[in-house]
């Protein structure tokens, strides 16, 4: 219904923001990635949004960018999953990040979200897995590609399950050892993976 809402960003709340357009104020629900990235108030600012209409109320959801929007979209046709809980997500991780999260069945990483129980983490990939990889930039589906086939490989399964036991994430873990050789030991992958990771933090 309404697409998009362009006007001057009036106020910035840890929930939402309000954005002036021809004199009226749209309180817009948003992510703290969005809240972050979003500018200064005053400044003219630019939501694709999505309207939720419930018996009991009118509210208006708001993202800076089409990816982040397409993200909510698709995480609100899970069983169990409200436009609050989307937006909860998505202030935890990215779009992208959710993408590799999903594709490596990373569900510890999807239980940070503010509201998200292992069980509606467990649904989201499970409903999401074929789906989400759409969303994510063209660098981060290639290793959502990556992430989702390693599984069917022994040497890196090896690997990315004794990342994980290292304390890393298991999205990260399977992103890391995706794009490595698959010729390689799983000890040779574990090391690769250690001061690759390593490096990152």
Do not use: W
């Not at 362009?6 to 357009?21: M, N, P, R």
């Not at 089409?66 to 046709?77: D, G, S, Y």
């Not at 609050?84 to 998505?90: G, M, N």
């Amino acid at each position: 219904m309404i697409y998009n809402v362009k006007g001057i960003l009036t106020y910035i709340d840890a929930q939402f923001v309000v954005v002036e357009c021809g004199g009226v104020g749209f309180k817009c629900f948003t992510t703290l990635n969005t809240s972050k990235s979003i500018g200064k108030i005053g400044s003219e600012v630019n939501l694709y949004t999505h309207l939720s209409v419930r018996e009991d109320a009118m509210d208006l959801f708001g993202f800076s960018t089409i990816t982040e929007l397409e993200a909510f979209k698709m995480l609100i046709t899970v069983s169990g999953v409200g436009p609050k809980a989307a937006v909860s997500v998505l202030s935890e991780l990215t779009p992208d990040r959710l993408a590799l999260a999903i594709a490596s069945s990373d569900t510890k990483s999807i239980i940070k979200a503010n509201g998200i129980g292992k069980k509606t983490a467990e649904r989201i990939v499970l409903e999401l897995k074929d789906k989400m990889a759409n969303v994510a930039s063209g660098e981060i589906s290639s290793a959502v590609a990556s992430a989702g086939s390693i599984v069917e490989e022994s040497a890196s399964a090896e690997a990315v399950a004794a990342l994980v036991a290292l304390g890393f994430s298991q999205s990260d873990a399977a992103v890391a050892v995706g794009q490595m050789d698959k010729s390689l030991s799983a000890d040779e992958m574990i090391r690769l993976g250690l001061r690759q990771l390593s490096s990152n933090l």
